[in-house]
């Protein structure tokens, strides 16, 4: 089975990006230490540290 992938991401300004997907759009501000995505459905955090593979991220739905 094949299955097409489509994903493109923008940066805006340093801190700023715009991800487009077939799936939706979302804006991501990232740091050093955190990484901070609003999409459509939710809100993601991410961290990790550089070098090691280890990472945490959390999400948080939007309430209806």
């Known amino acids: 089975m094949v299955y097409i992938r489509f994903f ?8 700023f990006s ?5 799936h939706g759009v979302s804006l991501t501000f990232f740091n ?3 990484r901070i995505t609003l999409g459509k459905h939710g ?3 991410s961290t ?3 070098g090691s593979g280890l990472s945490i ?4 739905k939007y309430k209806k």
């Open 8 to 15: 493109r991401r923008i940066r805006l300004s340093r801190r």
């Open 18 to 22: 715009l991800n487009i997907s077939k």
């Open 32 to 34: 050093k230490i955190v």
């Open 43 to 45: 809100i993601r955090f």
């Open 48 to 50: 990790g540290l550089k």
């Open 57 to 60: 991220t959390e999400y948080v």
